[in-house]
């Protein structure tokens, strides 16, 4: 994994080809979220991954990647049912399936970890990295990984890199990482606050 390319006086959120904060979400379609930036959105956000600078957040980011291509998947075999994703996966449920709705799923939870474990070491210019992938690790991956899945997730945060190495990385200015990551995180969260209330109703059961 190679770190991504910063540019002079910039940040990590400004090499992201596609950021949470232009996701649009139709608030007049019951919040839908659409569907290519969601997913475009959520494959920049694995670039942190590879910032952090240990093979052990591969399974992490293989993670996220895997669910977003389930999701294109589905989005390229019906685009006309799939322009946000919430009708993508009404749609391929109607069908009898739920390969892309599963991998939202799992994308949701993810994003959430990865959120939760960034927000909180944003906010806290105290605590190290490790510490705050592991608090969001409890709250949102772990009571859904198995005995097997879940020595590899926790091996990736005992590999995290102390913060100050970590946010050298992501830009020269430290307040303006914070500023942009600040309001980045925010976007993220609101998108996953409403997928995850979306995959409670009815509807995304299969």
Known sequence: MSAPQIPPGGTIVQTFRQSFVDVPVDANKDNAVATTEFLDAAESLTTIFDALGSVAFSPVKSDILGNVKKLRDRQLAAPADSENIQ?????????????????????????????????????????ELADSFRGAYGQTLKPHHNFLVKPVFIAAMSACPYRKDFYAKLGSDPEKVKDELTVYLAALTKIVDLLKAFLDTKDAKW
């Open 87 to 127: 009708d993508l996966c009404r749609n391929e449920l109607k069908t009898k399936k739920h390969t892309a709705t599963e991998g939202l799923t799992w994308l949701v939870r993810g994003l959430d970890f990865t959120c939760i474990a960034l927000t909180q070491n944003v906010a806290k210019a105290s605590e």
